[in-house]
């Protein structure tokens, strides 16, 4: 069974940062395209970074301030936020797919996790 199980989420001020983990279990990440999205208030669930197949990808919104780091050992892919603005506020998931797409679509994934909530006041 796939699982994909996201943790890290907390409140912190504009500014602050967190760092959110994705860990999988049934699989390997790295036999797959592995994408942290968020859906905030009144919003589609958009796309924020992606690890697949040994390349990276990130939102314009998050470059410079997000980064990825996949940790084959433990089967995870972290997404670390630093400077962040009240606009990352929302309920953020890890996917998983099993083949190639377009990374920041969510269509492109099969396997999804619960969320963990992020909140950033301003």
């Known amino acids: 069974v796939h699982r994909l199980e996201e943790s890290g989420g907390g409140s912190v001020q504009a500014g602050g940062s967190l760092r959110l983990s994705c860990a999988a279990s049934?699989?390997?990440?790295?036999?797959?395209?592995l994408g942290w999205f968020r859906q905030g208030p009144g919003k589609t669930r958009e796309g924020v970074a992606a690890?697949?197949?040994?390349?990276?990808y990130y939102a314009d919104s998050g470059k410079g301030r997000f980064t990825l780091s996949q940790n084959s050992a433990r089967n995870t892919l972290d997404l670390q936020m630093s400077s962040l603005k009240f606009e990352d506020t929302g309920m953020y998931f890890c996917?998983?797919?099993?083949?190639?797409?377009?990374?920041?679509?969510?269509?492109?994934?099969?396997?999804w996790g619960r969320g963990t909530q992020v909140t950033v006041s301003s």
């Open positions: 690890s697949c197949w040994g390349a990276s």
């Open positions: 049934g699989f390997t990440i790295g036999s797959y395209c």
């Open positions: 996917a998983a797919s099993r083949s190639v797409g377009i990374w920041n679509r969510p269509d492109t994934y099969n396997y």
